[in-house]
């Protein structure tokens, strides 16, 4: 069954910010010990990192999913 444009679009919003919120998760897990020492002006840059990447993250796999479903 063919999806209609929205509903292509939320589809592949909503799996993309999942999948780009779960990378960018592992990372800061796998990194929690060494967030935990940095200086305040560290962690917030770190946090400012953190939303861009996944934010670019996300933004890249619904281009790419969106492309696909599409096509």
Same mark, same amino acid.
């Given at each position: 069954?063919?999806?209609?444009?929205?509903?292509a679009i939320?589809l592949t919003?909503g799996v993309?910010g999942?999948?780009?919120g %779960? /990378? @960018?998760?592992? !990372?800061?897990v796998?990194?929690a010990?060494?967030i935990?020492k940095?200086?305040?002006?560290?962690? %917030? /840059? @770190?946090?400012? !990192?953190v939303?861009s990447?996944?934010?670019?993250v996300?933004g890249?796999l619904?281009?790419?999913?969106?492309a696909?479903i599409?096509a």
């Amino acid at each position: 069954m063919a999806l209609a444009r929205e509903q292509a679009i939320g589809l592949t919003g909503g799996v993309a910010g999942a999948i780009g919120g %779960a /990378l @960018v998760g592992i !990372g800061l897990v796998g990194g929690a010990e060494k967030i935990s020492k940095m200086d305040d002006w560290q962690k %917030a /840059l @770190v946090i400012v !990192g953190v939303a861009s990447a996944t934010g670019m993250v996300t933004g890249l796999l619904s281009y790419l999913a969106f492309a696909k479903i599409t096509a």
